[in-house]
Nanobody, 125 residues
């Protein structure tokens, strides 16, 4: 069992970049694929942003953000980072890190077993 813990949220200006980090507490970090999701204020669903394979070599990004997003993992430090560039007010959301014991990166939230508590990002104009 693992517990993701996100950090790095806050208020940022439109046009800036954001870097969030997720530490996975527990064992066997490299047994999990990792994904980043977000949920807009009042939203009902969590939107997949991207994910990274167990080795860190393969990444999957959502079409909606693929030109602005980058995900990287460090198996030695048990962390996975999300960078989102050219921020817009619509990027305001709670951002979540999730882990799944899968071979490939799932894009559906229900396929992830472990979730962090989320970190709020507010983009101001």
């Amino acid at each position: 069992q693992v517990q993701p813990v996100e950090s790095g949220g806050g208020t940022v200006q439109a046009g800036d970049s954001l870097r969030l980090s997720c530490a996975l507490v527990g064992r066997w970090f490299d047994s999990y694929v990792l994904g980043w999701f977000r949920q807009a204020p009042g939203g009902r669903h969590r939107e997949f942003l991207g994910g990274v394979s167990r080795s860190g070599l393969d990444r999957t990004y959502a079409d909606s953000v693929k030109d602005r997003v980058s995900i990287s993992r460090d198996n030695a430090r048990s962390t996975v980072d999300l960078q989102l560039n050219s921020l817009m007010p619509d990027d305001t959301a709670d951002y979540y890190c999730a882990a799944a014991r899968q071979v490939e990166v799932p894009t559906i939230s229900t396929q992830y077993t472990y979730w962090g508590q989320g970190t709020r990002v507010t983009v101001s104009t």
